[in-house]
RNA sequence: GCUCGGGUGGUGGAAUAGGUAGACACGCAGGACUUAAAAUCCUGUGGGCAGAAAUGUCCGUACGGGUUCGAUUCCCGUCCCGAGCACCA
């Protein structure tokens, strides 16, 4: 009988879906576990080959948890509020949400072929206002906490009202903006709009001023993470500096929860160290320098992570940005500085980075006291100093901060080692090692000491103190964009206001046009009557990762209308237990959904402190491009061996006419009507590409489409040979060469079971011989799958059905275990085999939790053996033995013969003292 | 520049508490079946040398050293590739 999958994947794809077999429930009886795939962003092109690797590894392992009697949730939904829809609106005048469902739809189709068991009754869709009504909520919930350092958590703004009334904001340890102190009294006469000025500068979700990237091709801001290398993303458009008043989340006020709770999450070391660095703790200390401009006096205060070398703080910088820069350009300078900071203003993101080895800066004209030398030093302006970090000013110490070196050495500023015996002639010395020189006290001491003797000193004196300084900034929330979640906020007499939760979801308003207005204004404002109780509405959106910060939690309660997620179900569910997805997310989605969990979690709506417990990313499957050789100027093409011998441009060829890298000539002259009178000059017959590892994009001819593939060799030959392509983890080209082994498998497998045209399986007992197989097969599959080696598991499925033909073997204690075990990586040919054997319910519903261990080493196979093929025991072995003695002891011993199992010794290695292997 | 990964046949990749390097698959070559093709099955396949052959032998896991009876695996140095961060004081 014919392994026919088509028949088979749709007959028990239409199954699954009318009898909910992936349909999950919370069951207290059974432990669950919840297995997340980041969710897609439905693009236009819909899904290539290289889309599904993640979520093929999700469905094994899912479909793995469910046969060992785990409750699993295994939803899938979509990212679809985004910049892509929007500007295909633009360009067409198409409405987002109409593309979106198209592309939704074509996404689904998709998936459904390849046989996953997602539980379609939970998905979720960002755009959907049932579900952003949620986003909103939280947006509010921030809107109405502000962050308490001394509790290490978020507490609502009617309390820290009360704390203003009582004792004002002077004992406060909360996460605030530019706050002066003010006492109990003061605040009781301020104005409403002084006092929410004030508390704006608390809320977790606040409105505030910030310099922020500003991408004029898009007209609209963007987040840190949405910027490389001074470009967008999204299209790659410049991107400058800009301040602007924008909504902000304030996930600083989390940094030190998000560096500690990592800790304990299984996720892989480099992506920790990427959010350790994203995050950038430094620990230091803050000071106090005076500066003088002329007659007038201030106290500039500067961090530092080197207090130890402020003897050889020989000048001072400040960013140009800094609001310092004003009050401290002496008359004189004014003209220069002024110069210096419209052209640094001028610059873009990019082209200040491109630059950044240029030396750049101008004296203000200031002069600053070195606290501990009492050494009139200049204060300069320069690019190299950030005002987003620390205070945005530094002391400079040229002999010991490379960046200070290369400025004092271009403006001939003084360089004053201050550590015994460094060279600093060509360079700085950076390295925290070393004895202290020229500099008073701390000489003698080694750097590691003088660190916290200088810090010590500094706050001895008051003028200064230990701080911890952190990379990561708030997030900047708003978006001047239509196709995202609009703010449920108004502005009453200028104050923002949330709406109420009965009010939510605040609707997308429809507008005539998708762009922002002639004004400059963002596309909400062309909504008419964007207004509530006639104060105006927020005209700016979510960003991006507001509607995937929560989706997990969704999830887990997805058409529940009293609650993003009810308390029953999180504490069933509770959190993700395995994560798959790339790793661009790394920096971005990760860290903001931790930090939404930890706010919801501060405010008691879930159970755990984090989301994802363990997180796999999965490889990139890369595009394997072919090209055809065209002799210039002509229009003959020649085959790859023969190339040299011409000269030719190459060209790319759609990958779906080359097979094994030979040309199909018929296609080739039918693919584009400029190739229909081509000469082809073959080799041996045949034309021969040449080819490259490249991105996967159509401008390539390389994608490869999985319902293709689906249609040519099945959605299980898909799926395994997504995995057999190489780990999980590493980035891979895809090559459709090698899926022939894969699908030829499968075939072998389906025949085991037949003898010509009839399903022949005997009850006849197994032989030791054929046990083994299986269970070397159990042991093998087992460990991998819980090691995320999918690639060896299916070479062990492979070599398993060679030993079965070599035994001959159709015994059904054999065979019907191999079905279980290869259900999750190829279930639609398992579960037709399954009903073939006489079982009436899925596969899935099967769960033998004993099953996998029933048939681990351990507990039922007589052999103690190890089963790469080698038995290793130690033998009490004379080292005056022979070769021939040695091999008689090893013959004669017990273990041995259970090894062999009827088999032969091939080879004994002896490794004296030590280790015997046995080859059979 | 800094921080992580990683360099194994023609190709994708196996194998590390140090113990037969190249599993499994692709490709290639030869063969069987067939009028033929497809499908299926069998055999060979890292390189050199010797041999008619079975086989033997030497060299081989980026390069150079080291530890060890034994190194793809551990240590030191060099080169190359990939990813991330990039004036964070």
């Not at 959605?715 to 057999?724: G, K, P, V, W």
């Not at 033909?805 to 259900?823: A, D, F």
Request: with cysteine; net charge negative.
């Amino acid at each position: 009988m014919e392994y026919n999958f088509s028949e088979i994947e749709k007959n028990w794809q239409a199954r699954w879906a009318s009898e909910k077999t992936f349909k999950a429930e919370i069951d207290k009886g059974k432990p669950k576990f919840y297995v997340l795939d980041m969710f897609p962003y439905p693009s236009g092109a819909g899904l290539h080959v290289g889309h599904p690797l993640g979520y093929i590894a999700s469905d094994i392992y899912s479909r793995y948890k469910r046969l060992k009697g785990f409750n699993v949730l295994h939803p899938m939904g979509y990212d679809a509020f985004g910049l892509p829809a929007e500007q295909y609106a633009i360009q067409t005048g198409q409405h987002p949400a109409t593309t979106t469902e198209k592309n939704i739809k074509r996404y689904r189709e998709q998936l459904d072929r390849i046989g996953f068991s997602f539980d379609w009754e939970r998905e979720v869709r960002t755009c959907d206002p049932d579900y952003y009504k949620w986003t909103q909520w939280a947006f509010v919930q921030m809107f109405e906490h502000w962050y308490d350092f001394s509790t290490h958590k978020a507490r609502a703004i009617a309390e820290l009202e009360k704390i203003f009334e009582i004792s004002g904001n002077i004992a406060l340890n909360a996460a605030c903006g530019d706050v002066p102190l003010f006492s109990a009294s003061e605040w009781s006469k301020m104005e409403r709009e002084r006092r929410s000025e004030i508390l704006m500068e608390y809320r977790i979700a606040y409105l505030g001023e910030t310099s922020v990237n500003w991408c004029a091709a898009l007209g609209t801001v963007l987040a840190n993470d949405e910027v490389k290398e001074g470009l967008s993303v999204r299209g790659g458009h410049p991107v400058e500096q800009k301040k602007m008043r924008q909504w902000q989340l304030r996930v600083s006020a989390y940094a030190e929860r998000l560096l500690k709770d990592m800790e304990e999450l299984e996720w892989t070391e480099s992506l920790k160290e990427m959010q350790r660095n994203w995050i950038g703790k430094s620990q230091g200390a803050e000071m106090t320098f005076k500066v003088m401009n002329g007659e007038s006096e201030y106290s500039l205060d500067i961090f530092t992570t080197r207090a130890d070398t402020i003897y050889g703080a020989t000048f001072m910088v400040l960013a140009p940005e800094s609001e310092w820069v004003e009050r401290l350009t002496s008359n004189e300078q004014k003209v220069e500085v002024e110069a210096y900071l419209a052209a640094a203003k001028k610059k873009t993101e990019r082209e200040r980075m491109a630059e950044s080895k240029k030396v750049t800066g101008v004296f203000s004209g200031s002069f600053a006291i070195n606290p501990f030398t009492q050494e009139k030093i200049p204060v300069w302006i320069a690019e190299y100093v950030l005002a987003g970090y620390g205070t945005g000013a530094i002391m400079a110490v040229p002999a010991h901060d490379s960046r200070d070196y290369t400025f004092a050495r271009h403006f001939n500023l003084p360089v004053i080692p201050l550590i015994e015996g460094c060279d600093v002639s060509e360079e700085s010395f950076d390295a925290k090692e070393g004895v202290m020189c020229n500099s008073g006290f701390l000489n003698g001491m080694s750097v590691k000491e003088a660190i916290p003797a200088a810090i010590d000193e500094v706050e001895r004196r008051g003028i200064g103190r230990r701080k911890i300084n952190y990379r990561l900034r708030d997030a900047i929330f708003s978006r001047q964009r239509y196709w995202g979640e609009p703010f449920p906020i108004y502005y009453n007499d200028g104050i923002a206001t949330p709406l109420s939760i009965e009010k939510l979801p605040l609707e997308l308003p429809e507008v005539d046009k998708f762009l922002p207005t002639e004004s400059g204004e963002p596309p909400l404002a062309r909504a008419e009557n964007w207004s509530f109780n006639g104060w105006p509405l927020e005209k700016s959106t979510m960003p991006g990762f507001a509607g995937s910060s929560a989706y997990y939690l969704r999830y887990m309660d997805p058409s529940n209308r009293e609650a993003l997620v009810s308390k029953d179900a999180n504490n069933y569910w509770r959190d993700v237990d395995l994560y798959i997805g790339g790793t661009e997310h790394a920096t971005g989605h990760l860290i903001y959904s931790r930090f939404w969990n930890k706010f919801l979690y501060d405010l008691g709506y879930v159970c755990e402190k984090e989301p994802f417990r363990k997180l796999i990313n999965q490889g990139m499957i890369q595009g394997r491009s072919n090209f055809v050789y065209r002799v210039k100027g002509t229009n003959k093409f020649v085959s790859y061996g023969l190339k040299d011998s011409y000269d030719t441009t190459e060209i790319h060829v759609d990958v779906n006419i080359v097979n094994n890298d030979r040309l199909d000539l018929e296609a080739f002259r039918n693919w584009m009507p400029e190739y229909e009178n081509s000469e082809l000059i073959l080799e041996d017959g045949e034309y021969i590409c040449g080819w490259a590892v490249e991105k996967m994009s159509k401008s390539m001819f390389n994608v490869v489409n999985p319902d293709t593939i689906c249609d040519k060799y099945g959605a299980d030959t898909l799926r395994m040979y997504e995995m057999f392509l190489g780990p999980l983890e590493q980035s891979k080209p895809w090559d459709t060469n090698g899926i022939d082994g894969v699908h030829r498998f499968l075939k072998r497998f389906w025949r085991l079971f037949f003898e010509r045209e009839n399903f022949r399986v005997s009850e006849e007992a197994a032989s030791p011989a054929e046990l083994k197989v299986l269970h070397k097969l159990i042991n093998k599959v087992q460990t991998d799958i819980e090691n995320f080696s999918f690639n060896t598991s299916v070479s062990a499925f492979m070599i398993a059905v060679n030993d079965l033909y070599e035994l001959n073997c159709n015994k059904r204690s054999i065979l019907e275990p191999m079905v279980v075990l290869i259900s999750p990586f190829a279930p639609h040919i398992a579960e037709e085999l399954w009903s073939k054997l006489g079982h009436n319910s899925s596969i899935s519903f099967a769960m033998f939790p004993e099953y996998f261990e029933k048939f681990t080493i351990e507990n039922s196979f007589e052999y103690p053996v190890s089963f790469n093929g080698k038995l290793r025991f130690k033998l009490e072995l004379d080292r005056s033995l022979s070769v021939q003695e040695i091999e008689a002891a090893v013959r004669s011993n017990e273990n041995t013969e259970k090894f062999l199992a009827g088999g032969s010794i091939k080879k004994i290695i002896v490794v004296p003292g030590k280790i015997i292997n046995i080859v059979c």
